[in-house]
Protein backbone atom coordinates (compact mmCIF):
# COMPACT_ATOMS: atom_id res chain seq x y z
CA UNK A 1 0.00 0.00 0.00
CA UNK A 2 2.74 2.21 0.73
CA UNK A 3 4.41 2.07 -2.49
CA UNK A 4 0.75 2.85 -4.29
CA UNK A 5 0.67 5.95 -2.27
CA UNK A 6 3.90 7.00 -3.42
CA UNK A 7 3.42 6.27 -6.64
CA UNK A 8 -0.28 8.51 -6.26
CA UNK A 9 1.14 11.41 -4.64
CA UNK A 10 3.87 11.53 -8.07
CA UNK A 11 0.92 11.44 -10.36
CA UNK A 12 -1.44 13.94 -8.64
CA UNK A 13 -1.86 16.87 -6.90
CA UNK A 14 -3.46 16.76 -3.33
CA UNK A 15 -4.88 18.87 -0.81
CA UNK A 16 -3.49 19.29 2.77
CA UNK A 17 -6.29 19.79 4.42
CA UNK A 18 -10.20 17.70 3.50
CA UNK A 19 -13.07 19.80 3.95
CA UNK A 20 -16.89 19.49 2.93
CA UNK A 21 -17.46 19.10 -0.79
CA UNK A 22 -13.93 18.06 -1.90
CA UNK A 23 -13.09 15.85 -3.80
CA UNK A 24 -11.44 13.13 -2.50
CA UNK A 25 -9.07 9.56 -3.53
CA UNK A 26 -9.60 6.75 -1.99
CA UNK A 27 -7.54 3.62 -2.33
CA UNK A 28 -8.18 0.20 -0.80
CA UNK A 29 -6.06 -2.71 -0.63
CA UNK A 30 -8.98 -5.52 -0.81
CA UNK A 31 -10.27 -5.55 -2.83
CA UNK A 32 -8.20 -3.12 -4.93
CA UNK A 33 -9.43 -0.40 -6.12
CA UNK A 34 -8.96 3.57 -6.91
CA UNK A 35 -12.06 5.64 -6.60
CA UNK A 36 -13.02 9.57 -5.93
CA UNK A 37 -15.72 10.42 -3.49
CA UNK A 38 -17.37 13.91 -2.40
CA UNK A 39 -16.92 14.54 0.82
CA UNK A 40 -20.71 15.77 3.08
CA UNK A 41 -19.90 16.74 5.78
CA UNK A 42 -17.75 15.90 8.56
CA UNK A 43 -19.04 16.20 12.31
CA UNK A 44 -16.74 15.65 15.40
CA UNK A 45 -17.76 12.28 17.18
CA UNK A 46 -18.75 13.22 20.38
CA UNK A 47 -18.77 9.61 22.19
CA UNK A 48 -14.95 9.47 21.96
CA UNK A 49 -12.29 11.41 24.23
CA UNK A 50 -9.75 11.39 21.04
CA UNK A 51 -10.91 13.70 18.27
CA UNK A 52 -12.47 11.03 15.86
CA UNK A 53 -14.67 12.18 12.89
CA UNK A 54 -17.95 10.93 11.01
CA UNK A 55 -16.88 11.82 7.27
CA UNK A 56 -19.87 11.22 5.08
CA UNK A 57 -18.65 10.55 1.75
CA UNK A 58 -20.62 10.36 -1.59
CA UNK A 59 -19.23 7.45 -3.66
CA UNK A 60 -18.74 8.36 -7.16
CA UNK A 61 -20.29 5.08 -8.71
CA UNK A 62 -23.14 3.56 -10.08
CA UNK A 63 -25.10 3.65 -8.41
CA UNK A 64 -23.98 6.77 -6.22
CA UNK A 65 -23.85 5.26 -2.62
CA UNK A 66 -23.25 7.32 0.29
CA UNK A 67 -21.46 5.97 3.56
CA UNK A 68 -19.80 7.44 6.83
CA UNK A 69 -16.51 6.56 8.23
CA UNK A 70 -15.18 7.30 11.31
CA UNK A 71 -11.89 8.70 11.33
CA UNK A 72 -8.86 10.96 12.46
CA UNK A 73 -7.85 14.01 11.24
CA UNK A 74 -4.67 11.93 9.81
CA UNK A 75 -6.84 9.45 8.67
CA UNK A 76 -8.30 11.90 6.24
CA UNK A 77 -6.23 14.11 5.04
CA UNK A 78 -3.98 11.54 3.54
CA UNK A 79 -1.23 11.89 6.12
CA UNK A 80 -1.38 7.86 7.30
CA UNK A 81 -2.62 4.60 5.41
CA UNK A 82 -5.45 2.97 8.11
CA UNK A 83 -7.24 -0.03 7.98
CA UNK A 84 -10.34 -1.14 7.76
CA UNK A 85 -11.40 -4.61 8.41
CA UNK A 86 -8.33 -5.18 8.28
CA UNK A 87 -7.45 -4.18 4.88
CA UNK A 88 -5.49 -1.06 4.26
CA UNK A 89 -7.15 2.10 2.87
CA UNK A 90 -5.99 5.98 2.16
CA UNK A 91 -7.84 8.62 1.46
CA UNK A 92 -6.89 12.60 0.52
CA UNK A 93 -8.73 15.53 -1.22
CA UNK A 94 -7.71 16.08 -4.73
CA UNK A 95 -6.25 19.77 -5.32
CA UNK A 96 -8.23 20.38 -8.89
CA UNK A 97 -6.80 22.92 -11.38
CA UNK A 98 -8.70 25.94 -12.05
CA UNK A 99 -8.72 27.95 -15.09
CA UNK A 100 -7.99 31.37 -14.58
CA UNK A 101 -11.34 33.83 -15.26
CA UNK A 102 -11.90 36.75 -17.11
CA UNK A 103 -12.00 38.07 -21.21
CA UNK A 104 -8.95 35.32 -22.11
CA UNK A 105 -10.39 32.40 -21.13
CA UNK A 106 -14.03 33.12 -21.52
CA UNK A 107 -15.73 30.55 -24.33
CA UNK A 108 -16.12 32.07 -28.03
CA UNK A 109 -19.16 32.29 -29.83
CA UNK A 110 -18.03 30.24 -33.17
CA UNK A 111 -20.92 32.12 -34.84
CA UNK A 112 -19.76 35.66 -33.19
CA UNK A 113 -16.08 35.24 -33.98
CA UNK A 114 -16.40 35.22 -38.07
CA UNK A 115 -18.64 38.30 -37.82
CA UNK A 116 -21.99 36.49 -38.51
CA UNK A 117 -25.41 36.57 -36.19
CA UNK A 118 -25.21 32.91 -34.46
CA UNK A 119 -28.67 31.18 -36.24
CA UNK A 120 -30.32 28.66 -34.34
CA UNK A 121 -29.26 25.13 -35.21
CA UNK A 122 -32.57 23.71 -35.92
CA UNK A 123 -35.81 25.46 -37.42
CA UNK A 124 -39.38 24.30 -37.79
CA UNK A 125 -40.47 23.52 -40.98
CA UNK A 126 -44.26 22.41 -41.34
Do not use: C
Not at 44 to 53: F, L, S, V
Not at 59 to 73: A, K
Not at 84 to 103: C, I, N, T, W
Amino acid sequence: MEQLVAELKKTLSFKDTTAPGDIVLIAAEQPQMLLYAVVGEIVRDETRKAEWWHVTLHLLSLPIQTVVWTLRTPQFTGQEIFTMGGEGRFMQAVQLERKPSGPASAPVDKGQANGRDRRPGLRVVK
